[in-house]
């Protein structure tokens, strides 16, 4: 039975060294250059008609993009317009790695921790630059709960502090696992299907829900991803 | 919400270190785990995610932005001139109807005129007519009172002449004139 992960080995297909740097193209690297443009082909190609009344392509292209203005809209306000191109790309990054990645021999970027983490502490240094930006030394009030009494502060302030700064880890490790779970488990099931010989119909069976779960998943977890970082900078802007 | 996010990442936590524990099938446990790869993977994330961004800031999402704007413009603007429309249209709405109330008083008035010159004009004419027919009548019953007259007159001596021949052929011969038209005379008294 094939290894289940396997699927996860990062190959190198073009050495290369930057200045003692290892930079190589990796099939990782090679989905991360694909998810973008496929990304861009859709935008794009999509709106290339510029429809007054949109067809269907045009109809998604448009769809996304009102879905997360709309998302920065209801979780950041006014104020989170600017940074409009960054959490749709955000978005739109996640979504199409994971969606790439449910197709067969695809690699899963967002399956790698390391992404996954490089990701998250993008939006949690850039987060946390909006908010000392916004509100200088005030910002750390954030860390001051309201509504305290003072005998608990030297408790409530250190939990604060560490939930704060488990914040990346928590979006990067959320998304980490769910991708690897995902794709380890339907490999799993795969891994039963010829051996199984007649009865390999059973895991055949549960691979094709999975496969539909994993759809659901690989667009939750794009979603809960943008919605956490739409939150985030909301605090930032807004203090609680 | 900070609290159960924090509480979720280190189950999750939890969960991916005991995925490396019982996955002794690679001794290097987890290829996500391999450090090695990490440089090369980043760089390339960087890489992509930049030119993701720009593509993205640049290029997409001012381009869908414009057409969702353009398309929002028209239908303000169609719904303007909708608005512009059915005003001008309440208008001649409200016109059509002062000028047909108008035409409706105008006729009403023309109609009561008319029919009162009418009803005037009908009175007059019977009035005439009956005045006209009052003397016809009147004229009438002269001519027949007078020829009535000449008729009785005439009775007399045709009722003498009658008698004069009757009792000629009866007697046979020629009464006295004076006696039958004094008998005559006294019998038209006796029935008048």
Redesign the interface.
């Known amino acids: 039975m094939a290894?289940p992960?396997?699927q996860?080995?990062?190959k190198?297909l073009i050495p290369?060294n930057?200045g003692g740097?290892?930079?190589?193209?990796?099939n990782?690297?090679a989905f991360?250059?694909l998810?973008?443009v496929a990304?861009?082909a859709f935008?794009?190609l999509g709106?290339r008609k510029?429809?007054?009344i949109?067809g269907r392509w045009?109809s998604m292209?448009?769809l996304s993009?009102?879905f997360i203005a709309g998302l920065l809209r209801d979780n950041v306000g006014s104020e989170g317009r600017r940074y409009?191109?960054?959490i749709?790309?955000l978005f739109?990054?996640i979504l199409f790695a994971n969606l790439l990645g449910l197709l067969p021999y695809a690699f899963t970027?967002t399956?790698?921790?390391?992404?996954t983490f490089?990701?998250a502490m993008?939006v949690f240094i850039g987060v946390t630059i909006v908010g000392l930006v916004r509100h200088g030394g005030h910002f750390f009030s954030y860390f001051v709960p309201s509504g305290v009494p003072m005998a608990v502060m030297p408790l409530m302030i250190p939990?604060?502090i560490?939930?704060?700064l488990?914040?990346p880890?928590?979006l990067a490790?959320?998304l980490?696992?769910n991708m690897?779970?995902g794709h380890?488990m339907m490999k799993v099931f795969a891994g039963f299907i010829i051996p199984l010989g007649v009865f390999g119909i059973a895991p055949f069976v549960v691979d094709v829900a999975l496969v539909g779960f994993e759809l659901l998943v690989a667009f939750l977890q794009a979603y809960v991803f943008t919605v956490?970082t739409c939150?985030y900078l909301h605090d930032a802007i807004h203090l609680h | 919400?900070?609290?159960l996010?924090?509480t979720?990442?280190?189950g999750?936590?939890t969960?991916?270190s005991s995925?490396v524990a019982v996955?002794p099938?690679?001794a290097a446990g987890?290829?996500?785990?391999?450090a090695?790869?990490?440089?090369?993977?980043?760089?390339?994330?960087?890489i992509?995610?930049v030119?993701?961004?720009v593509?993205?800031?640049k290029?997409?999402?001012p381009?869908?932005?414009?057409?969702?704007e353009?398309?929002q413009n028209?239908i303000d603007d169609n719904l303007t001139k909708a608005e512009e429309l059915k005003a001008q249209a309440d208008t001649a709405a409200q016109a059509y109807e002062t000028s047909l109330s108008t035409a409706r008083t105008k006729a009403q008035g023309a109609i009561r005129d008319v029919k009162e010159k009418a009803a005037g004009e009908a009175a007059a004419r019977q009035s005439a007519l009956h005045d006209k027919l009052k003397t016809q009548i009147a004229e009438s019953e002269k001519a027949i009172a007078s020829a009535r007259d000449e008729a009785l007159a005439g009775i007399k001596d045709v009722a003498t002449d009658v008698a004069s021949s009757v009792i000629e052929k009866l007697v046979g011969e020629a009464p006295d004139g004076k006696s039958v038209s004094g008998a005559i005379q006294a019998a038209l008294k006796s029935r008048a």
């Open positions: 290894n992960i396997a996860f080995e990062v190198t290369l930057l740097v290892d930079a190589s193209l990796t990782s690297g991360m250059v998810t973008v990304i861009t935008l794009v709106m510029r429809d007054l949109p045009q292209a448009e993009y009102e409009f191109p960054f749709f790309s739109m990054f970027t399956s790698h921790i390391i992404v490089v990701l993008v939990i604060e560490i939930s704060y488990s914040r880890v928590s490790v959320r980490f696992a690897t779970a380890t956490l939150l | 919400m900070r609290i996010n924090s979720i990442a280190m999750l936590g969960l991916a995925l996955s099938a690679s987890l290829p996500q785990l391999d090695s790869t990490y440089s090369a993977q980043v760089v390339w994330l960087v992509t995610f030119i993701l961004y593509l993205m800031a290029m997409a999402l381009r869908i932005g414009e057409v969702l353009e398309r028209k």
